[in-house]
């Protein structure tokens, strides 16, 4: 399954029916340095638009929004130790948290890799 | 006579010299370098004689201490020493020009300091009986007065210990005023421009924060604020003059539509230095503000702190106010402490004691000195050397919002667009040039804000050479100078530092070397 | 006007620069109906000489702590402040600085919140500290909404022997938010019990050492009562000097501390401004309110330091701050940082050797006479009487002999049965008479 992206610049990757979750490469650009970034609880129930991850910049908070509904049932770890990996690896290593989503068809009407880069070109 | 002490007396220009010039002790002539105490002490050092403590049986129980606490040792001279050097890696108002925006950076006037200490008042305490402390409640007492004439409000309450701790005061009387009448409401209107502390301030009362935009001119949107408005709003909390600088002109129509809905006008004092002696907050319509000494009455800023923010209130808010306050009654001044008979409605006390003595004392001396005419003439100079700095930039920067502004003017970054120079760079030019910067970056509705704050202390000629400095360093930017920027600050007693790191591996205190053997600089390694 | 620059040519020459005719010009957003015609309806400007005595005239009508035996605590102490410490703290770079936003300037400012923070976090036994807060209650307060974010539940236990003013302040600061504070009632004799209240929806118990009484305990029982139910300790220190002598609550368990620094460095100044402690352990600091000033280095690799963690702060996260503060005690934070320098560790454990000593043999003394009874087993430098008749008319009539002899616990917790206690606080600046003087006077009103 190919990388879905969110207005707000979130990515999604849907295996089965785990969708893990980050933030794109525009977003790190923008954020500049990552100091720390703060995960959801396993566990957790979140719907689309709940808050799920604060990322955080010398200068700057900001929220990272649940592109889908469901349970929180992995987060990554190695942030704690390394938030550069948002920098260095935003679509890979950089990865927030996986949800196994209740939902599936809330995907759909995200964009897909050309849809977003489209999308990220017209906004400067 | 031929000179027999053979020393030269003039500078050799003739010979180069090619050597380094690193200095073995890293000092470079009066840049004086100094490390941490911690680095500095020998045992058994003491930088304070006492007498030698009586021989008791210990009343401590079990209690006693039995490890060491790990201060390092110094004699007087070398803490002296130390702290001058500290002092000296500092940029202060003594010093220089603080063009910061919104803080009112103006002179700390000595006599304020001197009167301050005074044996009678810098070392009363604060639970002696109230009759032996009679000229101490007479002086809150009297700044009160002062306070509420120049505000035009009829009550003040004085504990609050900082500007953000006032507007907490402020939102909580609301907030008890409301539960008075049995009301609960949900939230409170805050324009986009507003300080953080506002939005922080509701947050901790309990209310949601609706944000409410600026129109073209800077001001709040009337139009947005109308359809926020509702039942369900507990007040507003403005900034007047804005953050932008500018006076709010609808703030009366603001008041009048806010109280409709038996709603509350909670006024952020921070810019109160734009307006003293030329209109009073309570004919405005406001019901609480709080007040910065440390900001309009010239309480010094110490580094960040100690600040003071009485708050004046409305008669709606007035019998919320916290303790404690002081009454008169047949045998003089008297405090009212507790929650109960004519503090019964009272939301409660927020601090230890009675509020910043230490800075009542000094704004007090402040306004005396000034008096009902030096008020008014600060506000005017303020406005005045404001706008001068404004004309004097305004073909270079450009300014968001056309036109006269109050105590401070606001730019944007959009005249650097092309340069590769950002706000932040300029800001670090600046620093070489002799200079603090102007606040940057706030307010955050305008692009790469420079909020410049003159304040009334400041002559002509020194306006005139700041601006000449920004002139030229902006002629530099346009001139394609990027790395000059970059490279800045070249002089200063630090160049730029590296704030990533400090918050990917906070290190905020000194560490022991046993406890951290493999000098990895934090606790977490070692436990 | 001394403080004012401009002579009226040059305000005329800066109008004309601005475009304008007269300064009333520059004023025109105001409403005309509000404008101010005339002056203020207050007295006009005073020369220095005359601010000056005006300020002796005011202080000539108190009496003044240090020209009569003092023995005032109640949460402030009189503690000789050594002149360097005075004196550094106004030169001009310390005292008419801004906040170090801009850290390539404000070095000194900066290092000198390190050594603070460092200080602080050595003598509560801490891992971090921040780089201030208010005042100690303020501190208290915050330090309940902090153990609520960092166990994620909404309930604080308060023990009833807290200073009456730091409970108020926690209920007042609490009081809007979805968080609560159980306050237990004193408990003048005996131990307070706590186990009844800690439960697996608590958050933290609150707990003052020395207490409001002057009793000190050890609190490492209670820190594991308080970890088994996965809740914190707070613990509040009133009197810093005591650290001096006693356990530090780090040792004793304590996962955070809060504290008033007043007693080291910054004078009684009749109540403030003063400045708050709140140190933790290191896993927390993300949940710290107030300031925090980090080591780094610039970009030529010289160490230096910088506000950091801002994120925490309301003027980036705004509604969802740690907390609203945006001052700290700055200055007062200095005063403590060179006073603590220059007494080290040798000088900090004397300090408070000589202040419990005195506080002893005064003790001592003091239980001797007819009508006065000690109450505490166990205490530092401050101690509690049980008078034989009312305490706030001893107290009177102790000032109207110029003697401040202590504060009556009724005057903080008016509560039935605390008519009759006064508490005492003994400080090495109490001179050798001052104990006999005491001591006469009350023989002679008792």
């Known amino acids: 399954m190919a990388l879905k992206f969110t207005e707000d610049h979130e990515w999604i990757l849907l295996e089965g029916n785990v969708a893990t979750i980050g933030v794109s490469n525009y977003a790190q650009e923008q954020l500049g340095d990552v100091v720390f970034v703060e995960v959801p609880e396993v566990g957790a129930d979140l719907s689309k638009g709940d808050e799920l991850a604060v990322v955080e910049s010398v200068k700057a908070a900001s929220e990272v929004y649940s592109p889908v509904s469901g349970a929180v049932v992995a987060v990554n770890g190695e942030l704690e130790d390394a938030p550069t990996l948002v920098n260095e690896d935003p679509n890979g290593g950089g990865w927030f948290a996986k949800i196994e989503v209740s939902d599936p068809t809330e995907i759909d009407g995200l964009m897909d890799e050309e849809a977003y880069k489209t999308y990220i070109e017209g906004l400067d | 006579m031929l000179n027999n002490q053979g020393r030269p007396t003039r500078p050799n220009t003739s010979e180069q010299d090619n050597s380094t010039t690193d200095t073995f002790t890293g000092n470079k002539a009066l840049d004086l370098e100094t490390p941490l105490i911690f680095e500095q002490g020998v045992p058994g050092r003491l930088g304070v004689d006492m007498a030698e403590p009586k021989k008791v049986k210990s009343r401590l129980g079990n209690t006693a201490r039995n490890n060491p606490v790990g201060l390092p040792d110094l004699s007087e001279p070398q803490v002296l020493r130390h702290f001058v050097r500290l002092s000296r890696q500092n940029y202060s108002i003594d010093s220089g020009f603080y063009p910061l925006g919104s803080c009112t950076m103006k002179h700390n006037p000595r006599i304020n300091e001197k009167v301050a200490r005074l044996a009678g008042l810098g070392d009363l305490h604060p639970m002696q009986p109230v009759s032996t402390v009679q000229g101490a409640l007479e002086l809150i007492d009297d700044l009160a007065h002062w306070l509420k004439t120049i505000t035009g409000m009829p009550a003040v309450a004085m504990s609050p210990a900082a500007g953000a701790h006032g507007e907490l005061c402020g939102v909580m009387a609301i907030r008890a005023a409301h539960e008075a009448k049995g009301e609960a409401r949900k939230r409170i209107l805050v324009p986009e421009s507003a300080h953080g502390t506002n939005p922080a301030t509701a947050a901790l009362c309990g209310y949601k924060v609706d944000s409410v935009p600026a129109r073209e001119d800077g001001r709040m949107d009337m139009d947005a604020f109308a359809e926020k408005l509702g039942p369900d709003v507990a007040g507003v909390m403005l900034t007047n003059p804005n953050t932008c600088g500018l006076f709010e002109n609808d703030v009366k129509k603001i008041a009048d539509m806010v109280h409709e809905v038996g709603a509350y006008f909670y006024c952020d004092g921070a810019n109160l230095n734009a307006i003293l002696g030329r209109v009073r907050p309570g004919d405005l319509g406001v019901d609480a503000m709080h007040i910065n000494l440390h900001k309009t009455f010239s309480t010094p800023h110490g580094g960040g702190g100690p600040g003071s923010g009485p708050v004046v209130l409305s008669e709606a808010l007035a019998a919320f106010a916290p303790v404690p306050f002081i009454t008169h009654g047949e045998k003089g001044f008297d405090l009212v402490e507790h929650v109960e008979g004519e503090a019964a409605k009272s939301f409660g006390r927020m601090k230890t004691y009675h509020g910043q003595m230490g800075m009542f004392i000094r704004a007090l001396a402040y306004m005396q000195s000034h008096g009902s005419d030096g008020l008014r003439q600060i506000a005017e100079d303020a406005v005045l050397n404001a706008n001068y700095v404004r004309v004097g930039l305004n073909d270079l920067l450009h300014s968001p919002f056309d036109g006269i502004c109050m105590h401070e003017a606001l730019f944007d970054d959009s005249s650097l667009k092309d340069t590769g120079v950002t706000t932040l760079d300029l800001a670090k030019a600046m620093i070489d040039e002799g200079y603090h910067p102007m606040t940057m970056y706030f307010p955050l509705v305008v692009h790469g804000a420079m909020l410049i704050e003159p304040t009334e202390s400041e002559s002509r000629e020194t306006l005139d050479q700041f601006i000449g400095a920004m002139r030229h360093l902006l002629n530099k930017a346009h001139k394609g100078e990027t790395a000059y920027f970059e490279q800045a600050p070249h002089f200063a007693p630090r160049r730029r530092l590296d704030e990533t790191g400090a918050a990917r591996n906070p290190i905020l205190r000194w560490i022991p070397e046993e406890d951290d053997p493999q000098n990895k600089r934090t606790l977490s390694a070692a436990s | ?446």
């Open chain 3, 1 to 446: 006007m001394r403080y004012m620059p401009h002579t009226a040519d040059e305000r005329a020459k800066m109008l004309g620069e601005i475009g304008v005719g007269s300064v009333d010009d520059l004023f025109v957003d105001i409403p005309v109906e509000a404008r101010l015609k005339g002056l203020l309806d207050l007295p006009l400007h005073a020369s220095e000489m005359d601010v000056e005595k005006n300020f002796r005239t005011l202080a000539g009508k108190n009496l003044s702590p240090y020209s009569a035996p003092c023995f005032l605590g109640a949460g402030a102490y009189q503690h000789h402040v050594p002149s360097v410490a005075d004196h550094l703290i106004q030169r001009s770079e310390f005292l008419t600085a801004y906040t170090p936003y801009q850290p390539e300037i404000s070095q000194g400012t900066l290092q000198a919140l390190f050594e603070f923070q460092t200080q602080v976090a050595l003598i509560t036994g801490m891992e971090v500290a921040n780089a201030s807060m208010y005042d100690g209650a303020t501190s208290c307060a915050e330090s309940v909404l902090m153990a609520c974010r960092v166990t994620r539940r909404k309930k604080a236990i308060l023990s009833g022997n807290l200073h009456p003013h730091y409970r108020d302040v926690t209920r007042t600061t609490l009081q809007f938010t979805e968080f609560e504070a159980t306050e237990l009632s004193p408990v003048l004799e005996g131990r307070e019990d706590f186990e009844a209240h800690i439960g697996s929806d608590i958050a933290c118990v609150v707990v003052q050492n020395p207490d409001f009484f002057g009793r000190v305990q050890d609190l490492t029982d209670l820190a594991e009562k308080c970890h088994a139910a996965g809740a914190l300790l707070v613990v509040v220190v009133n009197e810093v000097v005591s650290l001096g002598a006693m356990m530090s609550p780090g040792e004793m368990g304590a996962d955070i501390v809060a504290g008033e620094g007043q007693s080291i460095g910054v004078p009684l100044s009749y109540g403030g401004p003063y400045v708050g402690l709140l140190a933790t352990r290191q896993k927390f600091v993300r949940q710290m309110p107030g300031r925090l000033c980090g080591e780094t280095v610039d970009q030529d690799g010289k160490r230096g330091f910088v506000l950091t963690l801002s994120t925490r702060e309301q003027h980036i996260r705004r509604e969802k701050a740690t907390s609203n503060i945006c001052t700290n005690a700055g200055l007062c934070s200095l005063a403590f940082t060179v006073h603590m320098s220059l007494l080290g560790e040798t000088g900090f454990a004397k300090l408070a050797e000589i202040n419990h000593g005195e506080a002893v043999a005064a003790a001592e003394l003091l239980n001797e006479l007819d009508g006065v009874e000690v109450v505490n087993d166990t205490f530092f430098n401050e101690f509690m009487l049980r008078l034989s008749v009312n305490a706030t008319d001893v107290v009177e009539k102790l000032a109207e002999k110029g003697i401040l002899g202590g504060v009556p616990v009724a005057r903080l917790l008016p509560d039935a049965g605390t008519d009759n206690l006064l508490l005492v606080a003994v400080t090495e600046t109490c001179a050798a008479g001052d104990i006999r003087k005491l001591v006469s006077a009350l023989k002679e009103i008792l």
